[in-house]
């Protein structure tokens, strides 16, 4: 763990050229590496807690085409991303995606994942429930486990990646317990996103506008305007 984050710290942070000499982590800079180090080690121990598994892949980018209809035209629109791991366990494909926020592994329901004000949405879960998505149409016939690694609470007994579902919080076990509905809830949206008949609104929510990459487009840099 020590060699791997003495090169992460020289080519990410340092910036050095390969082969050079490399810098020692210090001040700030160490507390980091100190945190970073015992992260590491509270997932690696939940890993061997798991049994055993294989790694299927590492930060590769999956992306799938997906039929819209666009002004009652049918479309083909491209979605996808970089899933940062994805794991074979007992048979099953387990998708990971390491969160290093607060802790958000529940929802509701399928449809609070689509909330329009954001208020009850999961953008965590959702993340995750789309590269299953993707993943199961790309690879058909595979058992998807989707699942969150809050990197925070790594230090817990009961850690672990399940997403929990509904007011009983029972554990998602396979995508396509709830695939059918989600891929029926994102058409609806797509659909209704690429229809140029419907007029663009802005939300009332305006705390969505405080971290919106957008917010100078719509004249919403501050949540007070």
């Known amino acids: ?11 990410v942070l340092f910036r050095e050229d390969p082969g050079a000499k490399k810098r020692k982590a210090e001040g700030f ?3 980091v590496r100190q945190v970073i180090r015992m992260y590491m080690h509270n997932l690696i121990r939940a890993d061997m807690e798991t049994g055993s598994f ?3 892949s590492l930060e590769e980018r999956y992306v799938t085409p997906l039929p819209v209809l666009q002004n009652g035209r049918k479309v083909r629109i491209f979605t996808g991303g970089t899933i940062d791991r994805i794991d074979r366990v007992n048979g099953k494909i387990r998708i990971i995606d390491y969160k290093t926020g607060s802790v958000k592994n529940q929802f509701a329901s399928p449809e609070s994942l689509f909330d329009h004000d954001g208020k009850k949405r999961n953008d965590a879960a959702f993340q995750v429930l789309l590269y299953s998505m993707i993943y199961g149409k790309l ?20 850690f672990s990646s399940h997403i929990l579902v509904g007011a009983k919080r029972e ?16 058409q609806l949206h797509l659909t209704r996103l690429f229809d140029t008949r419907e007029p663009f609104t802005q939300t009332d929510n305006l705390e969505i506008c405080r971290y919106c990459a957008y917010a100078g487009i719509c004249r919403r840099e501050s949540s007070d305007e």
């Open 1 to 11: 763990i020590g060699k791997a984050l003495d090169v992460a710290f020289s080519e």
């Open 29 to 31: 800079n160490l507390i």
């Open 54 to 56: 294989s790694i299927v």
């Open 139 to 158: 690879h058909p016939g595979q058992i998807i486990m989707p699942g969150l690694y809050f990197i925070r609470d790594s230090h817990k007994d009961n």
């Open 171 to 186: 554990v998602l076990d396979a995508y396509s317990d709830i695939g059918e509905k989600f891929e029926e809830l994102l």
